[in-house]
Structure formats: structure tokens, C-alpha cells
């Protein structure tokens, strides 16, 4: 092989080679491109979705208040039913007092 074939050889390969890098760069182009109406639908999907994420993060604050709420609304029904109950157990023992005095004060 002489000077002349290895220059030859040498531009063909190279050609070859720089063939294939524009080839692959317009496969990669032609995948990885998006149109200007995809971004479009890409930002109104982002838009929705922070949105969605701000409403659902605002639900949770309404819920957590809510269930607070709830919470010590039970915690003053439940003090409020001690307080009638031991009332009611003290009404009752006054009741049987004075039923044994009464019968007491009855039989003498």
C-alpha cells in the first residue's frame, strides 16, 4: 500500500466515521426533540400540577386544624361528663343520706 491508497483509506474512514456521528446525532435529535406545542402542554401540565400540589397541601393544613378541633372538642365533652357524672354520684350519696335520716328520723 502505498502513501497515495493510505490517504485514500484514511479520508474514506474518516468520512465513514463522520457519517455515522451526523447520522446518530439526527436519530438523537429526532427523539429527544420537543416540538413547541409539547412545551407548551409540558408547562400546562407543570402549571396543574403545582396547583394540584398547593390545593393538597392546603387540605392538609384545613385537615390537621380540623382534627385539633375535634380533638379538644372531645377532650371538654369528656371533662364536662367527669364533672356531671361525679356531680350525679354526689347528688345520689346525698339522696341516700337524707333517705336514711328521713327513715331514721321516721322509725324513732
Known sequence: MN???LIIATAIVLFIAFLMGWFAH??????????????NDLDTMAQQLHEAEEQRD???AYYQ?????LTNQANQTEAELR???DG???ARQEAEELRAYIEKSNAS
Open 26 to 39: 439526527w436519530l438523537m435529535h429526532r427523539f429527544v426533540h420537543v416540538g413547541q406545542g409539547e412545551m
Open 65 to 69: 386544624q380540623r382534627e385539633s378541633e
Open 58 to 60: 392546603q387540605a392538609i
Open 3 to 5: 502513501r497515495t491508497e
Open 88 to 90: 350525679l354520684r354526689e
Open 83 to 85: 364533672a356531671a357524672m
